[in-house]
């Protein structure tokens, strides 16, 4: 099976250096701005979970909409917040066909290889080729990854955060219907989907869940959380932390406000955080 797990989730921001800045105050290390074909980013990442998969976050502002691969411009034409799933796949190409076999289409798939200076002199260069559905064919807009150099997300100078957050263990949805979106996910990703509140789904072999909650169940879990009736999003994502009590006084520091709902969680609201909720939970 070439889908593997969900390997990053991509935040869309009107202002690279302000969001970088604001994770960054957060406690995130952030690495510097990198240039795409109409695009701009600036990662946190974390210690990979399971071969060929990565796990880090994606802060993306779109540059150039005539340069950038499609559907980019269409899927960052939103508020700045969570816009996109992607997964990793062993084999981009094999993706791509099996998903247009199912009936998805995907175009080609793309091959992409980049200089990132570091800020110290040092310049890497990222390979990856990327299968791109076309949008408006999943609840939440996701494509797949395939890296050819995943050992530069996992630099130990990356890795590292301050407010002890660890790794990605979920991405946070709503949706008036969580079991029939999860339901869009099983055969494109060979999903295991389990639980009720939220409905969990994961990719592959991977360990990464979408966690879809209804709205009701959002704002029960995540109070200070808005959500209407028929509210159908990525929100944000979870976070492990190896020592729950220091990541909350980190944050606790800035101005952020986190909200601790049991003794092993708190969360971070959007508006604290570039549009992202952040969930921290303690590892297991």
């Known amino acids: 099976m070439s889908i593997l797990d969900i390997d990053h989730l991509m935040i869309k921001t009107g202002d690279l250096s302000a969001a970088g800045d604001r994770f960054a105050e957060l406690g995130f290390t952030v690495t510097a701005r990198s240039e ?6 600036r990662l946190i990442c974390f210690d990979a979970m399971i071969p060929g998969a990565c796990n880090y976050i994606e802060i993306m502002q779109l540059t150039d909409p005539a340069s950038a ?7 960052l034409d939103a508020p700045d917040g969570p816009v996109s799933t992607v997964t ?5 190409d094999a993706t791509a066909a099996r998903l247009n076999a199912a009936g998805i289409r995907v175009p080609p798939p793309v091959s992409i290889r980049r200089d990132w200076p570091l800020g110290t002199g040092e310049v890497i260069s990222p390979a990856f080729r990327v299968a791109i559905p076309l949008t408006g064919q ?7 990854c395939q890296h050819h150099t995943p050992q530069h997300y996992t630099r130990p100078e990356f890795t590292r955060h301050a407010n002890h957050a660890r790794q990605m263990i979920g991405v946070v949805a709503v949706a008036p219907d969580p079991a029939a979106v999860a339901a869009a996910y099983r055969q494109p990703w ?3 989907i389990e639980g009720e509140a939220p409905v969990r789904v994961t990719a592959g072999p991977g360990r990464v869940a ?3 909650h209804t709205p009701d169940q959002l704002i029960r879990a995540c109070p200070g959380m808005m959500a209407g009736a028929d509210d159908q999003r990525l929100a944000g994502l979870v976070f492990a932390t190896d020592d729950i009590d220091a990541a909350f006084a980190r944050i606790d520091a800035t101005d952020a406000r986190p909200v601790r709902t049991a003794p092993g969680r708190f969360h971070v609201l959007p508006h ?6 952040m969930i921290f939970e303690g590892m297991a």
């Open 36 to 41: 795409m074909p109409g695009l701009a980013n």
């Open 69 to 75: 691969p499609p559907p980019m411009p269409r899927v």
């Open 88 to 92: 990793a796949t062993s084999d981009a």
């Open 138 to 144: 999943a609840p939440f807009y996701w494509n797949a």
């Open 190 to 192: 060979a999903a295991r």
């Open 210 to 212: 979408l966690r879809i």
């Open 272 to 277: 604290q955080a570039n549009g992202c909720l």
